[in-house]
């Protein structure tokens, strides 16, 4: 008997190339069906090009398209040229994958969404899938123009900047939260780089939050 190996990768082409800074920009393609969870990632690479990387989905659940949020690594092998991509060309997609899903059973908790740079992505995703989600998002970059749709989230978002004025805070992620009262039903979800979520994780342990409702996803 035959084993039919069942292809598991989409060919899916580039509807738009949204630029929100010199380096960072949302990437819209064909979504083919593909189901996910709010806040799994695809791994997407150029067309015909072996190379594959994890982004997390940024469109809402209900979109018939796909987009991720991608920051151009200058000296990387698929994140530049993913976002040099022309409408018409084409991505391979896999997935989703991971863990980092907003489940129903934490939707009516107070959430406190944390990210850096382009780790608030998921969290475009959970907001544009349940738009009337009780959430207080703090997002953290170098400068104050990475704001990545602020607009999108009104008064719930909060700019922490580190290198100029400009945001909310001057500082850290991870500087504001110490500030925080956390109330003890929070579900807290941190998304970016790991030197933060380590840090934030035992802050917020500290705070007297319980692991089970800290949830991490560690983008490099
Ligand atoms: C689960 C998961 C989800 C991810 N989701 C996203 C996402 O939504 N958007 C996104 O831009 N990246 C995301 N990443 C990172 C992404 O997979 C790639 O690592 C990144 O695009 C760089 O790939 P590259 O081939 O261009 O460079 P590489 O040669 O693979 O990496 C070069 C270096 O770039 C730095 N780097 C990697 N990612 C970033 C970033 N996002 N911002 C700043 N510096 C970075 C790291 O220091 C890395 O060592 C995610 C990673 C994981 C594990």
New binding site residues.
């Given amino acids: 008997m035959a084993i039919v190996l069942k292809k598991k990768r989409k060919t899916c082409a580039v509807l738009d190339v949204r630029w929100l800074t010199d380096s960072t920009a949302v990437v819209r393609f064909e979504r083919q069906g593909l189901k996910f969870v709010p806040g799994q990632?695809i791994r997407v690479g150029v067309e015909g090009d072996p190379?594959i990387?994890?982004?997390?989905v940024y469109s809402g659940f209900e979109a018939d398209y796909l987009e991720?949020?991608?920051?151009r690594?200058e000296d990387?092998?698929?994140?530049?040229q993913l976002c040099d991509l022309k409408v018409g060309d084409s991505v391979n997609v896999g997935g989703p994958y991971?863990h980092f899903k907003l489940l129903e059973e934490v939707l009516d908790k107070p959430l406190l969404l944390v990210s850096t740079?382009?780790g608030i992505?998921p969290f475009h995703c959970y907001v544009e899938s349940f738009p009337e989600l009780a959430f207080n998002l703090v997002h953290g970059t170098s400068y104050a123009s990475e704001s990545y749709d602020a607009e999108h989230y009104g008064e719930r978002y909060f700019h922490c900047v580190s290198r100029e004025a400009g945001g909310a805070f001057k500082g850290r992620v991870t500087d504001h939260l110490r500030t925080l009262e956390i109330d003890p039903q929070t579900e807290a979800f941190l998304c970016g780089n790991c030197d933060m979520i380590y840090e934030a994780f035992d802050l917020l342990q500290e705070k007297g939050l319980p692991t089970a409702q800290i949830h991490t996803?560690?983008?490099?």
């Fill in positions: 990632y190379e990387r994890d982004y997390s991720v949020l991608i920051r690594v990387g092998l698929v994140s530049k991971g740079g382009t992505s996803e560690v983008y490099f």
